[in-house]
């Protein structure tokens, strides 16, 4: 496979996973409100056996659309930070950070039923942030501010400031972020490089940069360039001067 074809097998994912997996809480809701609305019950129920089933289900399920909504810009962001900064282990730090993050909130959770994907928007927020820190990537840390910033200074809702919202959760998410930002710690944050941005790079032997003349304008046909055989010792002319005497 060649470079470009890499290079757009790693773009097409960056986008494409995070879409998916929005898209499929918008679906969930859509069932929900269309034909199952029990499974709004599917929540994580703390200090009940029955309610650990609701540590994989309830990222999926929200009680209105103004919940879904709230969640889904942030998850989309992020995830999309995470597929492009740590594709290796994005996957793992998503599947881990639903079952830890819900663990956390059955442990430490009110009795009540604790839906959406609020949680892993605290772990992505979380791990971005401190693994931006740790790995000194300042970029990753400005997004996260950032997402912090136009979502209602969200840190706060990790602690009981407001009835009706799972605070538990949010505090879970965070907790686990770190978690894992610690675990992954040594992981770097290095998305795909370009073909000029490797370190054998030779603009010489870049096709493209031919079409470009030294003051950097654009040459549409380039003539071929005829490269001359070397003279050898054998087929190098030679030249002979014949010497006629004068006999008058």
Known sequence: ????QQQFKYSTGVIAYPVFFVLSIWIVFWLQVRFFPSIKKWGVYPQKIEGLSGILTSPFIHADIEHLYHNS???FVLSV???YFYRKISWKV???GILLSG???WVIGRPANHIGASGLVYVLVSFIFFKGIFAKHFRLVALSLIIIFLYGSMIWYAFPVKEGISWEGHLGGLISGFIFALIFRKTIAKPERYVWQQPDYNEDDDP???HFDD???FIE???PEIEEEPISEENKPSINYTFKENKD
């Open 215 to 217: 003051n950097g304008n």
């Open 81 to 83: 930070a995470l597929f």
């Open 73 to 75: 810009i942030p998850l």
């Open 103 to 105: 663990l956390f909130t």
């Open 94 to 96: 998503l599947f881990f």
């Open 221 to 223: 046909n380039i003539e």
């Open 208 to 210: 493209f940069l031919k």
């Open 1 to 4: 496979m060649s470079n470009n």
